[in-house]
């Protein structure tokens, strides 16, 4: 059959979202799609760089190009079950027991952990005066063997001195974790998400194709008592997270506390 490689795009599409490609699996080389389709290897090459783009296809040396997995679901409500220590593999973070429970090898990496002076969108959130000195902790979360998140953490430095929240190895079993352990338990969380275009070297850092779109996430975290010991902000591959909020209040309930952002 002939097609252009966007019809052999779709046709490859639709395989894959019926299974019959699974995530993970190596699809048939250049050569084999140009003999199926009966068309150049320059037009699977095409079809399959838009696949590719939209984040269904990826490339590794060891296995060529295969099916990428599904977005790994974060869900809100797994916070609170991480930040209890004796919980089972007690040693994962959120995005690594996501991960597990997904099939997916993930992992956490540690880049930076400075001093800083905290800049205005840091210290609005944290509710200190700007240039109070805090901890940033920058880490890379690693779903197989790309990058799908970027993150800078930021925390009182007066707060986190002496823990392993200021150290600069990983922090075993996860933030929140750390947080109960050293009196300022989370208490409940308030994030916003926002969608945009890829820029600089974040770009380069997640592997994606100039126009490649981000989510963006800032998450200010509160102790039980209401004071914020946290602001996160995610730069994430919006093809490899999913951020799931489930079983949130409605109506009446929901409206506590509620603010609308019209900026």
Request: charged content about 25%.
């Amino acid at each position: 059959m002939s097609a252009g490689f966007r019809g052999i795009a779709e046709q490859l599409r639709t395989q894959i979202e019926r299974g019959f490609y699974a995530p993970g699996t190596r699809i048939p080389t250049e050569f084999d799609l140009a003999e199926q389709f009966g068309v150049s290897r320059e037009t699977v090459r095409r079809a399959l760089a838009l696949l590719k783009t939209e984040g269904l296809l990826g490339t590794a040396r060891s296995k060529g190009t295969y099916v990428q997995h599904p977005p790994v679901r974060l869900v809100i409500a797994r916070y609170g079950a991480v930040a209890n220590a004796s919980r089972e593999r007690a040693d994962l973070g959120p995005w690594e027991t996501a991960c597990a429970e997904q099939g997916i090898e993930g992992r956490a990496v540690v880049t930076a952990v400075e001093r800083e002076s905290a800049f205005p969108a840091v210290a609005a959130r944290l509710e200190l005066e700007e240039g109070t000195e805090v901890v940033r902790r920058s880490r890379e979360m690693w779903a197989g063997d790309r990058i799908a998140q970027l993150q800078d953490a930021w925390m009182p430095a007066a707060l986190v001195e002496g823990t392993p929240l200021a150290g600069t190895t990983k922090v075993v079993g996860g933030v929140y974790a750390a947080m109960a352990a050293h009196g300022f338990a989370p208490g409940h969380v308030s994030e916003e998400i926002a969608a945009r275009i890829s820029m600089g070297t974040e770009r380069e850092r997640l592997s994606l194709a100039p126009g490649a779109w981000v989510l963006e996430l800032w998450r200010i975290t509160r102790d039980q008592n209401g004071r914020a010991v946290e602001v996160l902000r995610t730069v994430a591959n919006a093809s490899m997270s999913a951020f799931v909020y489930d079983d949130l209040p409605i109506g009446s309930a929901g409206r506590r506390d509620q603010v609308i952002d019209q900026r």
